[in-house]
């Protein structure tokens, strides 16, 4: 019997669902459409190529199981991206209009062919130390060639990191910078940076042999070569290596004997004038589970941190996404986006890319409405309120006083303008009763609330450079999450 494409993709999505938690499912797979089944290929059609991207960065293996498990062993997966139309008609011309392709799937293209028997094999590294001798091997560096210098954006929270890794791939094992160890949170950049330096070493065409591996998979190929006895042949190997990129350090936490086998690859790496480039989610001094020596080889060089972007970084991160992607969205939306995520990049492209999906799938205009419901499903506690602390703690920091001032007595101008200011935009935004904003500011009581809203009135029937003032910070507040 020949099963129809959509019950094949109902099966596997029954699969899906038992493996991934609720968010990414409703995110990541309810806004598949399967499209065609043919020689045990089944092509499934996705909003768009980053959406794509994603599913292959973070799901393939999934999907390969599943789609075994309905197709035989010869089941294939291929995907059809559906394309964005841009506003401008600028960039991307080769990209068909969104409505146009939703509407006609035949327009959807290209097609793409992925991860499964006769694909790409983008989980397995060949056996590195089968050829042992052999001093010109070609290792390949495992390397995503889409992370990029160019496209790792500029701010304050990774300038030195991001210089320090610029220096490194001009002159690897040349600087002081060696070990590098790039650290920060999750989501901000880490594997970005490393493989762009990896990526740039390449690119500068000195022959050097890099290796970027990830301390899961260095781990496995250890106890992989402790079993077949074949230890020496794995040190060996990594010592054919000249830019050594080990991608997440921290998970050698507790694996003594990873750490030991790994303790002499730097050393000898590390004699040898070859560059060793490391991240880790936290500083080296704070890996705990960690032997002391290697701490202390790790902050031989340079320890460089990732810290969470500034707004306007995540905005630039944001457009310079929506340009490689030939997305367009509108300024307020992104704003929006940016407003609301702010502790992981990786976030703030999945909330862009789910709103791509979201807006295709249900035929909306992009707005902000939209990018809340999306939103939502990314920030855990939202229906955040706003609150009085909250807009006197934007007030103060917009005029530079400390809010503590705004519940006192003072009478300096600038003081009781931030504090007036700050009540009647608790007045308006929030549904708080004037007694209870008076409370709020050290007791007043309501009368004074309102002679504070007639005041500032007053002010903003008079002086445009206050109006805009007082627009920005409401806009400011409002763009903070407020669902009723
Ligand atoms: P980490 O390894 O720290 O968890 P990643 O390197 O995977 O984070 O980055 C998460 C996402 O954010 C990636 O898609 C990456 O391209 C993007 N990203 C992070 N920092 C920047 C930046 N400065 N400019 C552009 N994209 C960035
Ligand atoms: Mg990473």
Same mark, same amino acid.
Request: glycine share 8%.
């Given at each position: 019997m020949i099963k129809s494409y959509n019950t094949v993709w109902d099966n596997c999505l029954r699969t899906i669902r038992r493996n991934v938690n609720t968010q990414s499912f409703k995110t990541w797979f309810e806004p598949i459409k399967p499209v065609g089944l043919d020689n045990n290929a089944l092509t499934i059609q996705v909003p768009n190529k980053f959406f794509y991207e994603w599913l292959e960065e973070h799901y393939v293996s999934l999907l390969k199981k599943t789609i075994r498990q309905e197709l035989g062993d010869k089941g294939r997966l291929e995907y059809q991206i559906l394309m964005v139309s841009n506003r401008n008609g600028a960039a991307a011309a080769s990209i068909p209009s969104t409505r146009a392709a939703v509407s006609s799937s035949t327009t959807g293209k290209p097609v793409k062919e992925v991860g499964l028997p006769g694909g790409i094999?983008?989980?397995? +590294? /060949?056996? $590195? @130390? %089968? +050829? $042992?001798? +052999?001093? /010109?091997l070609k290792i390949d560096p495992q390397l995503n060639p889409s992370y990029t210098f160019d496209n790792f954006i500029e701010g304050d929270c990774n300038r030195l990191a991001r210089s320090a890794g610029h220096a490194v791939a001009k002159n690897p094992g040349g600087t002081a910078f060696n070990p590098l160890v790039i650290f920060g949170d999750v989501g901000l950049g880490k594997t970005h940076l490393a493989q762009a330096i990896g990526n740039e070493v390449i690119t500068n065409g000195t022959n050097k042999t890099v290796l970027y591996v990830s301390s899961e998979k260095f781990t496995n190929q250890i106890i992989e070569s402790i079993k077949n006895n074949a230890v020496n042949d794995f040190v060996n190997f990594y010592q054919l290596v000249d830019v050594l990129i080990v991608d997440? +350090?921290? @998970?050698?936490?507790?694996k003594v004997k990873t750490q030991e086998i790994f303790f002499h690859i730097f050393n000898q790496l590390h004699q040898n004038g070859k560059q060793i480039i490391l991240t880790s989610d936290r500083p080296p001094k704070d890996l705990? #589970? !960690?032997e002391e020596r290697l701490i202390s080889r790790f902050k031989w060089g340079l320890s460089a941190d990732l810290s969470t972007p500034e707004l306007e970084t995540r905005m630039a991160i944001l457009e310079s996404k929506m340009i490689r992607e030939g997305l367009d969205i509108p300024y307020d939306v992104t704003e929006f986006i940016c407003y609301n995520i702010k502790n992981n990049i990786r976030e703030l492209e999945g909330v862009l890319i789910s709103l791509v999906a979201q807006s295709m799938l249900n035929r909306r205009e992009i707005d902000i409405d939209l990018a809340k419901e999306v939103i939502k499903n990314f %920030?855990?506690? !939202?229906? /955040?309120e706003i609150t009085v602390e909250f807009i006197q703690k934007l007030v103060a920091e917009h005029f530079n006083v400390p809010v503590d001032k705004l519940k #006192?007595?003072?009478? /300096?101008r600038s003081i009781v303008i931030a504090r007036q200011l700050s009540m009647y935009l608790a007045k308006n935004l929030t549904n708080k009763s004037l007694k209870s904003i008076g409370e709020n500011f050290g007791g007043r009581d309501h009368s004074t609330v309102i002679y504070s809203c007639k005041a500032v009135q007053d002010l903003l029937d008079t002086d445009m450079i206050f109006k805009d003032t007082v627009t920005d910070l409401e806009k400011k507040i409002k763009m903070s999450l407020n669902e009723k």
């Open positions: 094999d983008t989980e397995h +590294i /060949k056996n $590195p @130390f %089968v +050829i $042992p001798g +052999i001093k /010109k997440d +350090i921290q @998970f050698l936490a507790n705990d #589970g !960690m %920030v855990s506690q !939202m229906s /955040k #006192g007595q003072t009478r /300096k």
